[in-house]
């Protein structure tokens, strides 16, 4: 059976002043997702992680453009789907949770409306078997008293009752895919924590696969199988959490891992210097080297290829020389 | 540790009036944001603050930096109630006390250089000559790790992390002996957040300031702090010092607290409980402790009385009817 | 919907290193990007404005000498127009290029400063008005609702009767008039300000009331008046017009592009067109080239907008 999600060679990029300035937001992206599974897409600010979302769901600004690569959904190749079938399955097989909830929520409408929305548009239903369906899915996402709730608008729910909404409103089309870009940032701990759960049990019911984008490596520790560090547009290791957690190949994951506090311990953090890389203007060789701890000389010049230290493993460094390299074959190749 | 503490709250309280009828005079309600708390800082000494939304944590730093009058209370500086100072007195508090912000795009005015930014507290509080302004000004930007010819530039050339810096280095730029930090690195890159807590605490070390530490997030507030109050509601339900709150959390929140705190790996045990519910609004705060709605260890009395902040063990507070 | 709002693409820009040359090509594309047209107009009244004595002619307020007719000569390329007088002559045979060209500089002097001191007023009111609250803000506020409530042109009116026409007076009049609207729009701005960071961290600082509104609320708002202003220059040009037009300007016979218009009337029907299409088209151009202007700068200094 193909993965339910294959992204090969990817590439997202944004022309900017008339077409002067070329940023490579997304450089060549390689991965799979099964069917209920969750990856984890973990990176800083401007690596890319919002602009592989976006390019997954064709919602790209009009700077950007997919210049490579395909995005093979359920066998089919997303690249190539017109506007109107994106449309279908947008609403239908892939959903997305943003960030803000009070953003992804009109304020003028009732719950009732916006979760009901998707099923009016797409599965044609009207009066009680809507509402019926309503109240089915803010209990699936366990609003309690889903009845009344629904009646009610944004603004007179709390943060992680909104976020729930939008749960709700994603789950509408019944998807196969969810993409959750930065969830529960706004969120308070314990909230965030309900929230978490929640979306696990949501997954082993429906076997929809996850992409969990964040920046807090605890969040994909708790939730994910699969882990991609992204960094300036490249992904540089990616493979099974818990062997990434134990036993990290690329000295940036490395330097994540270390860079978060542990509970309970007083080490100086390890603090990975410099600033997040400029797209436009990235350095030689392989694009960490200014701030790897690690670099040689080697690092400056060229950039390193992809070695695979185990089974669907894959890390992008010049330390693992002399192990199993991937080969990948580009489709399509453009020079 | 001193005897004398550097800062020392007793019973801050403050509440918003809130109209809900129709005559603007009338006040019908109260948000308690604060509701008596008191803690004390040492010199040298940083003590967290950690509690989610509508704690009252933000109020109790505006309180400190007198950005608020509280409603009662005491906030004693060096001995002296800080809420009653005036003229002179006042200003040296205001030199003395300073705050770093969690976002570092807007804390930085935009149309002001990074060294009038960082030399305005000494402008306001100083006799220094322009010359002496710069010296010093390029003297703290040393501190905080930037190029002091960066001076001259402006703060949208900088990144996140760097403009948080250069938030530092002006809240150092007079003689301070206490800088309350409000979630100072939430708005940060991973890798940024980093470099940040390991600065401020370097710095802490090298000049011995003292650091009110507000955060949300229990592992960088444990990692920062010597001591860690837990708010819940506008008040403090736990208080102690940081490792023995990590290896012994007492009060039923601050245990959900860390039921809910994300594994550091993926093979770590991990809690599936998680307390339900939200946490109240400030305008209806549940009688007897506030906690009871959702605590999973209620009592009858709970909902009746409300627990004293008692000494469980040396320097470990609670409040709770448990103990 | 789900997807409704529009994220913005994850492009980080530091590099403090090349960021003096960034801001010069940034400054090349400013001036390429200019709307040609409204700068040349504008730049041509300058022009005409700052060297009136040289540029004119004839002495606006005295009839051309030696020239047939002697009144209502047409202009130079219509049957019986004379290259003397180039745009004709009116009903005292004056020539109207001459007047034209003098007529600007009421024009300029009266829209720049008229603006100048509306923005000015109404920048500081807004500023107090903002920052201050309270009652500071009351008072402030219910003054401009009183204000804004007035017809523009009859308010001005009646000022002018009050004080007598000069070009001066209707400067400060229209500065009187206009400068609510600022007071608004910068109040608004205030408000959304006090609250940012860094007028928090200057107050925690002890910085004093006025110093926040000199160094961090000020320059802040510096743009919005900017914008405002260039758009309000037209307003006041019409404004001035209108007031000479109706015998409440420039006092006659001090040539101003409405007062010309004015004097037009009575010949409107008799086929003389030259003398109100004229200061007709120069006071649409002039207005037109202020309001793109405007309009560009509005779009150039938000921030919001800039950076596309």
């Known amino acids: ?335 | 540790m001193t005897t004398q503490p550097l800062l020392e709250v007793k019973g801050l309280k403050k509440y918003f009036p809130v109209n809900e009828g129709m005559l603007p005079w009338k006040t019908s309600n109260w948000v308690r944001a604060v509701d008596g708390i008191d803690f004390r800082i040492f010199e040298g000494e940083t003590l967290g603050v950690i509690g989610e939304s509508g704690c009252g944590k933000t109020t109790t730093a505006k309180l400190v930096l007198l950005q608020e009058p509280p409603t009662e209370g005491e906030i004693n500086f060096n001995g002296t109630d800080a809420t009653k100072l005036k003229g002179s007195d006042l200003k040296t508090y205001r030199g003395s006390v300073q705050v770093v912000f969690q976002d570092p795009f807007s804390s930085l005015s935009p149309r002001m250089r990074i060294r009038d930014i960082i030399a305005e507290p000494l402008e306001i509080h100083t006799e220094l000559s322009r010359s002496a302004i710069d010296d010093r000004v390029g003297e703290v930007m040393r501190l905080v790790g930037l190029q002091p010819d960066m001076a001259t530039l402006f703060p949208h050339e900088f990144s996140g992390g760097q403009r948080q810096r250069i938030a530092i280095a002006r809240s150092l730029a007079t003689e301070t002996r206490l800088i309350v930090l409000d979630e100072p690195v939430s708005g940060l890159d991973v890798s940024i957040r980093a470099q940040i807590i390991n600065l401020l605490e370097e710095l802490q070390a090298e000049l011995g300031v003292s650091y009110l530490f507000i955060g949300h997030d229990l592992a960088t507030v444990a990692h920062m702090s010597h001591r860690i109050a837990v708010m819940y509601l506008g008040k403090i339900v736990e208080l102690a010092e940081s490792q023995e709150l990590c290896e012994n959390p007492q009060h039923p929140y601050t245990r959900a607290l860390f039921a809910a705190a994300l594994p550091a790996s993926p093979d770590e045990e991990q809690e599936d409980e998680t307390i339900a519910g939200e946490v109240p609004s400030a305008l209806n705060i549940p009688p007897g402790c506030r906690f009871n709605p959702r605590c999973p260890y209620v009592m009858r009395h709970c909902s009746e009385d409300e627990p004293e902040l008692k000494e469980v063990s040396p320097n470990h507070f609670v409040s709770c009817f448990l103990y | 919907m789900v997807l409704a709002s529009d994220p913005a693409p994850e492009l980080s820009v530091p590099a403090p290193l090349s960021a003096t040359r960034t801001l010069l090509s940034a400054r090349l594309r400013t001036v390429r990007e200019m709307p040609l047209l409204a700068v040349a107009i504008i730049s041509i009244l300058c022009v005409l404005a700052v060297f009136a004595n040289v540029i004119a002619p004839h002495d606006p307020t005295l009839p051309v000498e030696n020239i047939e007719p002697a009144f209502f000569a047409p202009p130079m390329w219509s049957e019986g127009g004379s290259s003397t007088a180039i745009l004709g002559t009116d009903f005292q045979g004056r020539d109207v290029f001459s007047r034209l060209v003098h007529g600007s500089r009421v024009s300029i002097i009266v829209g720049l400063v008229g603006t100048l001191v509306a923005a000015a007023l109404g920048t500081a009111m807004g500023v107090l008005s903002g920052y201050l609250g309270r009652w500071v803000d009351t008072v402030i506020m219910r003054i401009t609702d009183a204000w804004l409530a007035l017809p523009a042109l009859i308010f001005a009116i009646f000022l002018a009767t009050l004080v007598g026409p000069s070009m001066w007076n209707i400067v400060i009049i229209l500065g009187a008039v206009f400068w609510t609207r600022y007071a608004r729009v910068i109040r608004g701005e205030v408000l959304s300000l006090r609250e940012r960071e860094y007028v928090k961290l200057a107050e925690v600082a002890g910085a004093s009331k006025v110093r926040v509104m000199i160094r961090h609320i000020l320059p802040n708002v510096m743009n919005t008046t900017i914008v405002l202003a260039s758009l309000t220059i037209g307003v006041v040009i019409i404004a001035e017009a209108s007031l000479s037009f109706l015998g409440v300007g420039v006092p006659p016979p001090a040539p101003a592009w409405g007062s010309m218009l004015a004097e037009a009337r009575p010949t409107l029907l008799t086929g003389r067109w030259w003398l109100t299409v004229f200061p007709g088209l120069a006071i649409m151009l002039v207005v037109l080239a202020t309001q793109i202007m405007g309009d560009w700068l509005r779009v150039k200094l938000d921030p919001q907008l800039r950076n596309l």
């Not at chain 1, 390689?30 to 209920?36: A, I, N, P, R, S």
């Not at chain 1, 890319?48 to 395909?70: F, W």
């Open chain 1, 1 to 335: 059976m193909p993965p339910l999600l294959k992204v090969s060679g990817l590439k997202t990029h944004f022309f900017t002043f008339r077409g002067t300035r070329v940023v490579k937001a997304v450089d060549g992206l390689d991965f799979t997702l099964e069917e209920g599974e969750t990856m984890g897409l973990v990176g800083e600010s401007g690596c890319g992680k919002t602009t592989t979302c976006l390019s997954l769901v064709r919602l790209l600004p009009p700077a950007g453009r997919i210049v490579e690569g395909s995005i093979e959904f359920d066998g089919d190749d997303l690249v190539q789907k017109s506007i109107g079938e994106m449309q279908n399955i947008r609403g239908n097989s892939i959903a997305m949770i943003l960030q803000d909830p009070m953003a992804s929520l009109n304020p003028l409408f009732s719950i009732y409306t916006q979760v009901g929305e998707p099923a009016y548009y797409h599965q044609n239903l009207r009066g009680r078997t809507l509402s019926t369906r309503v109240r089915d899915l803010l209990g699936s996402v366990r609003i309690p008293s889903p009845e009344t709730r629904m009646k009610e608008y944004p603004h007179q729910m709390s943060g992680g009752m909104r976020q729930r909404i939008v749960g709700a409103i994603a789950l509408a089309g019944g998807p196969r895919l969810i993409i959750a870009d930065e969830p529960t940032t706004n969120l308070d701990v314990t909230i965030q924590a309900q929230y978490l759960n929640l979306l696990r049990d949501i997954q082993r019911e429906t076997k929809v696969g996850l992409i969990f984008v964040t920046h807090n490596l605890g969040i994909v520790a708790k939730m994910c199988d699969k882990l991609a560090v992204m960094y300036a547009g490249r992904i540089v290791e990616q493979g099974n959490v818990k062997e990434i957690f134990r036993n990290p190949q690329h000295p940036y994951t490395r330097a994540l891992l270390g860079s978060i506090p542990r509970i309970g311990s007083k080490e100086p953090l390890y603090a990975i210097p410099g600033q997040p890389p400029n797209l436009a203007a990235l350095p030689k060789g392989c694009y960490f080297h200014p701030r790897c701890p690690e670099a040689m000389d080697r690092c400056r010049v060229d950039e390193p290829p992809i070695y695979a230290p185990g089974d669907q493993w894959e890390a992008t460094c010049w330390l693992l020389d002399g192990q199993k390299q991937v080969a990948r074959q580009v489709e399509g190749v453009a020079s």
